[in-house]
């Protein structure tokens, strides 16, 4: 039989808030020596595999800005290397020569962030950073990810491709997303920054190059006391039929069920008792719920 535990913490998060966000995060790529792992396989590798690199040559300009290289000003950027690598700053090789001059330049490579971001006491997570870069969407691309067990795991967060140009170089723009609820109240939070390209000669310059990274949040009291001091709904598991049972003051909307990495579960709503049915198996899940005009978190973890 499955036993359903409930964790006690439940995360505000106001649906519109006018709170100050706080800065949990904050990487340039300036600093030395830069608190990154570059370069981690997390995949296949050719011998000629593009490579990240930590410099200037391709340097960071406040968006809208076009591309510029060597202002001092320090980026996180792909660039190539090997006998056809033709170009400094955000310059990939797309191959193409492999089975004629066996220059081979299949490439997948991770940087990660060396230390853990601890989302504990923030509500209204969300992560941002400037970038640029074009390659060849769906093929040779960057991928922001984030991992909530301290880099065990990566799920991926959004694709960075077909960028806008100006003057004959990369575009640079502002990239900015809400964290999902998963990541709320971790203390081992990671981000990651993941390359991939394959080798069929296709390849339009910038590759990737990112500058300024973020991750706020609106500080707030967690535990069983909502924003404004009412006391939060309990939720009390019913181990015989799989089920959660929400007993409270008010009505508790609940919009949504996940599991650790993000997946929308199907659930049922019979009167103030979550059905989540035989779907449910051993692990994590996130109930997200709305209760007197704010949206909280409830984690919930099932064992064997």
Request: aromatic share 10%; charged share 10%.
């Amino acid at each position: 039989m499955k036993k359903l535990l409930l964790t006690t913490f439940g995360i505000a998060a106001l649906l519109t808030s006018a709170s100050a966000q706080t800065v949990i995060y904050s990487e340039t790529f300036n600093s030395a020596p830069l608190a990154w792992t570059l370069n981690t396989p997390s995949g296949a590798n050719d011998p000629d595999a593009n490579t990240w690199i930590n410099t200037n040559a391709e340097s960071a300009v406040v968006p809208p800005g076009c591309g510029q290289a060597n202002t001092g000003n320090k980026t996180l950027h792909v660039n190539c290397q090997g006998s056809f690598c033709l170009g400094t700053g955000a310059t990939y090789d797309g191959g193409g020569v492999c089975s004629t001059l066996s220059v081979c330049v299949v490439t997948n490579k991770r940087c990660t962030m060396n230390s853990t971001i601890s989302t504990i006491g923030y509500y209204n997570l969300n992560v941002s950073c400037d970038w640029i870069g074009v390659g060849q969407a769906g093929f040779d691309y960057a991928t922001l990810q984030y991992s909530i067990d301290g880099g065990t795991t990566w799920v991926d967060l959004h694709q960075f491709a077909n960028g806008a140009t100006c003057g004959g170089q990369g575009q640079w723009a502002n990239y900015s997303m809400p964290l999902p609820f998963v990541c709320y109240n971790r203390n081992n939070l990671k981000l990651a920054f993941n390359w991939t390209n394959n080798d069929d000669g296709v390849a339009t310059d910038p590759s990737f190059a990112t500058h300024d990274l973020k991750v706020t949040g609106t500080a707030s009291s967690v535990g069983m006391v909502g924003m404004n001091g009412e006391i939060l709904p309990r939720f009390i598991p019913n181990a015989a039929n799989g089920s959660v049972l929400i007993e409270g003051s008010d009505v508790v909307k609940v919009n949504a069920v996940c599991d650790i990495t993000g997946r929308i579960l199907s659930f049922n709503m019979n009167g103030s008792e979550i059905s989540l049915g035989s779907v449910i198996k051993s692990g994590s899940y996130f109930i997200n719920y709305e209760f007197k005009g704010a949206q909280y978190s409830k984690m919930l973890v099932v064992v064997e």
